[in-house]
């Protein structure tokens, strides 16, 4: 490690902060509770702030570069939405006031909802849960609460494909489903014959992805739906992918039950690192009497000369709250700024530009890399991160020998049913010149793969730590630079 | 790829090696190579269960991925490696010996014949390479 931690940069006796003198009695705190020896580091504000700042630099971010995280949909997140989220009357309001003198906020989160109806088409939308995996839970949680409402409690059984998302059998065990792999077939469809095998009186519902995790929209989606409805299993689409989707199709108009979205994948609020994210969850009528709570209605209309008065309900058989107050209203906020910049048409064009980016990279690249499930693709496709006649170059290897290239690297070993995969979303805000030179550089490493393996294994050569040392990172985790004396 | 001759194979890359009524059950040199490396393994079945053939008797984590591992035949847990806790890396560097992860008396004989031999086992992992 060439940086050094805020720890070794501590020179003794120096300060950033030089406290007032005490006006108020004071009173020692209990000897128990006192230590002697506290190395915390010891600096000047200007110390603390070039640390810092310098190892942001060292960072990479959506604002420096392109990031086809597949899955993550790492757009640009535009700055007018940090410009709404920052107006006094949103930053500044608390959700403890009287309903009435939040009136702005509440209109935006009840917009937000029903424009996330609208876009995915369902009956009623929660805005609580705080990011994508808590809104299937959510979701999933929803969905026992409905088949206990039926005395249905012999439905334990989740149906997943396994090109689903990863979160999506933690989410069901979390909530104590068994979880039960529904194979993909040769066209990276599910398996309509595993499907209908697994389909029994214990189902109690599937969890698809779709686009799925190959990046290609199942042919076979109605009858995947159909069938597991007439089985008595409610459908929970999970809709990280819906960016591939806006404006084309509904997911509530093919039959979805309920799903989450992602807030900070679809709709551009920052991720990964920048977050928070938001994953409010949609449902179909029959579930809308278990979403959690609070939702924000209209507690009285409106007239010509005075406008509704927005407020909070709790729906009747509720799963109750899974967030305080109303979730990351920061992010609704963000959302709502960004569907509105967007309008119905743009957000068609959205989903339009994605799917043309991500199969334009994939023509440019197909042929040097494998591609285990040869179709157009959707948002984002997936490859093998390997070559026949050198089977010592890895998806790894590739991965980073693309930080080399100065571009962050795919997703990688996901989905486990592409062997070595490399998982590419260019998403649509990335232009024409981004993408050619992201593909000549996948094409540079292919051939470097080929002719000078070293380079790929070595990897990376340009970044300020070189490889990491994964095994010792997952196996050793010691995460403090500096333990106390006596501890183990 | 080592697919030692004298052990039974299953369509999930198990292995049972049979010693008598004793089934001593780990995963295959495949099963470590797909995996890379292993950085953490935890038999979830104890000593005196009795589990049927299928279900999840130890999980796997490695740089890459979680998998889990099932048993291939039902029976009754009589003995668990408790070495793979510390030195979860046995599995990539010893796979069909040390690594071993439990030992099973077997219930139902019979459930022997649905596993492979080391030849349907080298064909089969032929036939799955796409």
Redesign the interface.
């Known amino acids: 490690m060439t940086e050094k931690t805020i720890f070794e940069l501590s020179s003794p006796g120096r300060k950033g902060v030089e406290f007032p003198a005490v006006d108020v009695p004071t009173t020692d705190l209990p000897a128990e509770f006192l230590r002697e020896d506290l190395p915390l580091p010891e600096l000047a504000e200007v110390d603390v702030i070039r640390h810092y700042t310098h190892l942001s630099h060292l960072n990479y971010c959506v604002d420096e570069g392109f990031y086809p995280l597949g899955s993550c949909t790492m757009k640009y997140n535009p700055r007018v939405n940090e410009a709404m989220a920052r107006l006094p009357g949103f930053a500044y309001c608390h959700p403890l006031q009287p309903v009435e003198s939040i009136q702005g906020s509440l209109a935006l989160m009840y917009n937000l909802q029903e424009m996330l109806k609208e876009i995915a088409g369902f009956a009623e939308v929660s805005l609580q849960p705080a990011a994508g995996a808590h809104g299937e839970f959510t979701g999933v949680m929803i969905m026992r609460a409905y088949h206990q409402s039926k005395g249905e409690t012999k439905r334990t059984k989740m149906l997943i494909p396994d090109s689903a998302h990863g979160t999506n059998p933690a989410s069901s065990a979390m909530t104590g489903f068994e979880v039960a792999p529904i194979a993909t077939d040769a066209r990276g469809n599910v398996d309509l014959a595993a499907l209908r095998a697994a389909c029994d009186e214990t189902v109690a519902g599937i969890m698809i992805t779709n686009p799925n995790t190959l990046g290609l929209f199942d042919e076979n989606i109605l009858e995947v739906i159909d069938i597991v409805h007439k089985a008595g299993g409610l459908v929970y689409g999970d809709g990280a992918n819906l960016n591939a989707l806006l404006g084309i199709v509904r997911p509530g108009d093919l039959g979805i039950d309920v799903m989450h979205f992602n807030l900070h994948k679809t709709f551009s609020t920052p991720h990964g690192g920048g977050g928070p994210g938001s994953g409010p969850v949609g449902v179909s009528d029959k579930l809308k009497e278990f979403l959690p709570g609070p939702i924000i209605s209209i507690i009285e209309e409106g007239d010509d000369e005075m406008p509704p008065l927005f407020g909070y309900y709790q729906p009747k058989n509720s799963i109750g709250r899974v967030k305080s107050f109303n979730g990351h209203f920061g992010m609704h906020v963000r959302a709502y700024t960004y569907i509105s910049m967007h309008g119905a048409e743009g957000l068609r064009q959205v989903a339009e530009l994605a799917v043309l980016n991500a199969n334009y990279l994939l023509s440019k690249v197909r042929g040097a890399y494998k591609l285990p499930y040869d179709r157009v693709c959707m948002h984002e496709f997936v490859l093998e991160g390997m070559f026949d006649d050198v089977p010592d170059v890895h998806a790894l290897d590739i991965a980073k020998r693309l930080m080399d290239y100065d571009f962050h690297p795919p997703t990688n070993y996901f989905p486990l049913i592409v062997h070595e995969a490399l998982m590419i979303e260019p998403t649509e805000t990335e232009n024409k010149q981004v993408i050619d030179s992201f593909a000549e550089a996948m094409l540079n490493i292919a051939r470097e793969a080929h002719e000078s393996p070293e380079l790929l294994h070595e990897a990376p050569h340009k970044t300020p730590v070189r490889r990491l040392d994964e095994v010792k990172a997952a196996k050793d985790l010691v995460l403090c630079c500096w333990l106390p004396e006596n501890s183990e | 790829m080592n697919v030692p001759a004298d052990y039974k194979y299953t369509a999930s890359d198990e292995w049972v090696k049979l010693d008598g009524k004793i089934a001593t059950i780990g995963v295959s040199d495949y099963a470590q190579e797909?995996l890379s490396?292993v950085?953490?393994v935890e038999v979830v079945l104890g000593e005196g269960d009795s589990a049927k053939k299928g279900t999840t008797c130890a999980t796997i984590?490695s740089?890459?991925?979680a998998a889990d591992v099932n048993l291939p035949v039902s029976g009754k847990v009589i003995q668990v490696n408790e070495d793979l806790s510390k030195t979860?890396?046995l599995v990539n560097t010893d796979p069909y010996g040390k690594a071993w992860m439990l030992k099973v008396e077997i219930s139902d004989p019979s459930e022997i014949n649905g596993l492979m031999s080391s030849a349907d086992y080298e064909k089969f992992l032929q036939d799955r390479?796409?």
């Open positions: 797909q490396d950085v953490f984590e740089v890459k991925a979860p890396e390479s796409h």
